[in-house]
């Protein structure tokens, strides 16, 4: 590619993507019961366990997040520019996260001492393997020849056609990361209510609907597809995240394709940033649609 692409640890993808894409990963940060210890939701070489993380969370422990650290963001990125490179950044939402705001602030002053570089960032306005997935297209339109402001462009004009829709399989998670009421918490446990929701054009995560039992709200997922996706569904590539429930996931990817001919399912974790708000149990499927 004739530039960089930079994006968050929240973007969900898979070590291979990464490294056969030459990406770069702005790991956002949590930490655990209050401890001063600072963990890197995703740092190269130095993951920290996901199927652990998860099983923390289903012991009790309180997982606070926070932006990525933002001198070691400028680090890398004025390294690149310093070997003459220009930069794509792909951000979180910034209707989850301050994440965005905080790095195209520090672009702009970066821009200041390197005015013959282009610096860009996007407001993704997606999260997980929708952001993912727009980093994934903007690498494919990147290696066919588009230059940084062509592929710039092309996901300010499509991320609004990259759909997300999620369930939880806990909504006492939803709860303390104040997505939803106590009382409804309380309620949708007891009833086996399970939420579907998505991330709007804004990029909030919205419940749309409530099913009863966690194979109805995977299947809603997947009905959601069938209405939504842009044809031909088959060749699109999806991608999944779940909360460490693997089985679960590869469930879904089954249904996937086989209801519509997907051959492309790429199956990740959800990172602990955005974990530490949905859960063990997250089950997230994304892909092209006619609108969010």
């Known amino acids: 590619m004739e530039f960089e692409i930079v994006t968050d640890s929240s973007s969900n993808l898979i070590e291979d993507m990464i490294d056969e894409f030459g990406l770069h990963i702005l790991p956002l940060t949590f930490m655990v019961d ?9 740092l190269k070489g130095e993951h920290t366990d996901l199927a652990q ?28 520019l310093e070997q003459g490179r220009d930069i794509l950044y792909l951000g979180f939402s910034s209707g989850l996260s301050g994440t965005y705001e905080a790095t195209e602030l520090l672009m702009r002053d970066l821009a200041k001492d390197f005015p013959e570089r282009k610096l860009y960032a996007v407001d993704t306005l997606a999260a997980s393997g929708g952001e993912g997935l727009l980093v994934w297209h903007a690498v494919q339109r990147a290696r066919a020849g588009a230059g940084i402001d062509e592929v710039r462009d092309w996901v300010e004009d499509n991320k609004l056609n990259l759909a997300h829709w999620f369930t939880v399989d806990d909504l006492m998670f939803l709860f303390r990361g104040g997505r939803v009421s106590k009382t409804s918490a309380w309620a949708g446990t007891m009833l086996n209510i399970k939420p579907v929701m998505h991330v709007d054009d804004e990029g909030h995560l919205v419940p749309l609907e409530k099913v009863r039992g966690r194979k109805k709200s995977l299947n809603a997922l997947v009905d959601h597809m069938e209405k939504s996706a842009i044809a031909p569904i088959g060749e699109q590539m999806v991608f999944i995240t779940h909360g460490d429930c693997l089985e679960e996931a590869e469930y879904v990817a089954e249904q996937v394709k086989s209801r519509f001919g997907v051959k492309e399912v790429v199956i990740n974790y959800v990172d602990p940033v955005i974990g530490a708000h949905s859960g063990p149990g997250t089950m997230a499927l994304f892909f092209l649609a006619d609108k969010r």
Request: glycine share 8%; charged share 20%; no cysteine.
């Open 53 to 80: 993380f998860y099983t923390m969370m289903r012991d009790g422990k309180v997982i606070t997040t926070s932006l990525p650290n933002l001198a070691e963001s400028e680090a890398l990125m004025r390294g690149l």
């Open 34 to 42: 209050g401890e001063d210890t600072v963990y890197q939701s995703y």
